[in-house]
């Protein structure tokens, strides 16, 4: 693990590194991917074991699910395209430059920064990271602290698998994570809170870094006048309940019209017993992270019942204070004033909220801050179709939840508060490279017509252009 009093000089080395080499060959960045895949691979047992252990309890499956599977298929689409997005693309030039030729070429921007957040600290570690690799890039990675077990074998996977100048791991508190956002990194990813965000921005902003911020927000689920209401709620208390709701792109209230309330309050209990039976002890249910954010939940449903909501519990089990296991819970008439309806869940409380047209549906979506993820469930091609071209999200599922994530063709970001920039696949690669424009003057061309002193010749160049 580096310390941080070397974060400094780690970045120098780095810098100096990126800038003798400025355009590695192929087989330079897939040995870089190939031991990154190795890293993930060989050690996956152990990754999900620090996991769980910082969670206080997530399955191995869910990791190998959530984060493993996810991380190996991201470095394998990589290496399968990598070489072809490496490639000089023509670009169209102008009829009037013509027999002249532009050309983009894709460069490596140098060091990347990568921010993790603790609620997939493998995945959002592994996704960006081999975006930045496949470019051409270093890479500097600050780890979350609230997953300390995970942060110190990544760090020390990293630092066998890799030399200090090619990937390096930092580890510290939030004061650390500050250091580190100040650095002048060629490109800073940054996954996390809007809140922090901010202070993320702010201090890239003092280097003019650009930044890929994957913040979270509000992601409202759908349910349109003809969704297979049954299948709806299936995936979205899957999409709900996976990670115990700990994930920035899970369905953070759902839109459904009046008459389908109580059969999808009804069915969501059913399909919760099903999905997670004998919750209490049931393995495969993640607990919450840490007390702070148990109590921050907690604080949320007693703030929104206080002010006349009601709580639909999941599950008979009750909510486990010590363990940190807090059990599912369906809100219904929510004030539109609680914390609840204004802030981010990230957990297993699911606010239900009534409309009587997909027009007002529409329009509550709108009126609120522009969502990360939407999620639709709808049969009718036209009303998919209005909410698709009527809405604006950072990524879209219809008749699903969360799959959008993970397909690399799929540009992953947000959008205003929930974001900015994406990455994923050739949209990572295109974020950490810059597509160097070059325009290439024939030998024979007409650009001596434009210049000084200008007579009428140029008179009539000029409106033969302006035509």
């Known amino acids: 693990m580096r310390e941080v009093p070397e974060m400094s000089s780690v970045f120098g080395a780095m810098r100096a590194a990126s800038r003798s080499d400025q355009a590695p060959a192929w087989d330079v960045r897939a040995d870089r991917l190939r031991r990154l895949r190795r890293l993930v691979t060989e050690h996956r047992d152990e990754i999900a074991a620090a996991i769980s252990a910082d969670f206080g309890n997530r399955s191995r499956q869910e990791t190998a699910l959530l984060e493993i599977f996810p991380s190996v298929a991201g470095i394998d689409d990589a290496l399968r395209h990598g070489k072809r997005w490496m490639r000089v693309r023509r670009a169209r030039t102008g009829i009037w430059f013509r027999p002249a030729t532009s050309r983009l070429m894709p460069q490596p921007l140098g060091v990347i920064g990568i921010v993790v957040p603790w609620n997939y600290p493998l995945y959002l570690t592994i996704g960006p990271l081999a975006g930045a690799l496949a470019a051409g890039n270093r890479a500097m990675v600050k ?50 809170s809007t809140q922090v965000g901010h202070h993320v921005m702010r201090a890239a902003a003092d280097n003019l870094t650009p930044v890929t911020l994957e913040l979270g927000g509000k992601s409202p689920a759908i349910l349109g006048p003809g969704a297979d ?19 920035c792109i899970a369905p953070d209230y759902v839109l459904l019209p009046e008459t389908m309330r109580d059969h999808f309050v009804e069915s969501a209990r059913a399909c919760a017993g099903r999905l997670y039976p004998d919750l209490g002890a049931n393995p495969d249910y993640t607990t919450i992270i840490s007390a702070r954010h148990f109590g921050r939940l907690d604080g949320l449903v007693g703030e929104a019942v206080r002010a006349g909501a009601r709580a639909v519990p ?12 807090l059990a599912p819970v369906l809100l219904l008439d929510v004030p539109e004033d609680a914390t609840v309806m204004r802030e981010e869940i990230f957990g297993p409380v699911l606010p239900l909220v009534t409309y009587r047209s997909l027009e007002d549906a529409i329009a509550y979506v709108n009126a609120r801050p522009r969502p990360l993820a939407l999620y639709l469930f709808e049969r009718n091609r036209g009303a998919i179709g209005r909410v698709m071209a009527q809405t604006v999200a950072g990524g879209v599922s219809i008749n699903e939840t969360l799959l959008h994530i993970a397909q690399e063709d799929l540009p992953f970001g947000g959008v205003g508060p929930s974001g900015m920039g994406a990455y994923h696949g050739k949209a990572g690669f295109e974020t950490f490279s810059k597509l160097k424009p070059i325009f290439r003057q024939s030998a024979l061309n007409g650009a001596g017509l ?12 000029i409106r033969m252009l302006l035509r």
Do not use: C
Not at 234 to 246: D, H, S, T, W
């Open 143 to 192: 780890l979350s602290e609230y997953t300390p077990r995970f942060a110190a074998l990544f760090a020390t996977l990293a630092q066998q698998a890799f030399a200090a100048d090619e990937v390096t791991v930092v580890n510290g508190d939030a004061q650390v994570a500050s250091t580190f956002s100040a650095l002048p990194f060629d490109h800073l990813l940054f996954t996390g």
């Open 229 to 247: 209401l049954e299948r709806a709620v299936e995936r979205i208390l899957v999409g709900k309940l996976l990670n115990a709701g700990q994930t």
């Open 314 to 325: 999941l599950t008979q089990a009750a909510s486990d204070p010590q363990r940190r296991r």
């Open 450 to 461: 434009l210049k000084p002193p200008y007579g009428r010749r140029f008179e009539t160049m």
